[in-house]
């Protein structure tokens, strides 16, 4: 079993940062792969980065790339989401979610979830 937990959401105005942190319990969870999503109120889950379990890979969505930066500290059982230049689009809750599998870009890959963190971005 792997329980994830996000943190460091919050309101910052456009062209600002955030860090968001994804800490998991489970010693299993440093050889999974990891991914971050968000959702916005009528709209599907959408896929945002991914990392492995070694961090020598990621992925990201085109609308984030450049911006964010996805990487894990393994010692610490965490994944990060560094974002920059943040924009109001980028207004969502953010999800991680672990899974043993390689990381993918489809929610239904993933076998983990946490229950989220809200970021909004004011103009």
């Known amino acids: 079993q792997v329980q994830l937990v996000e943190s460091g959401g919050g309101v910052v105005q456009a062209g600002g940062s955030l860090r968001l942190s994804c800490a998991a319990s489970?010693?299993?969870?440093?050889?999974?792969?990891v991914g971050w999503f968000r959702q916005v109120p009528g709209k599907e889950r959408e896929f945002v980065a991914a990392i492995n379990w070694s961090g020598s890979r990621t992925y990201y969505a085109d609308s984030v790339k450049g911006r964010f930066t996805i990487s894990r500290d393994s010692a610490k059982n965490t994944v990060y989401l560094q974002m920059n230049s943040l924009k109001p689009e980028d207004t969502a809750v953010y999800y991680c979610?672990?899974?043993?599998?390689?990381?993918?870009?489809?929610?239904?890959?993933?076998?983990?979830w946490g229950r989220g963190t809200q970021v909004t971005v004011s103009s």
């Open positions: 489970g010693r299993t969870f440093s050889s999974y792969g």
């Open positions: 979610a672990a899974d043993p599998r390689p990381p993918a870009r489809i929610a239904l890959e993933y076998e983990y």
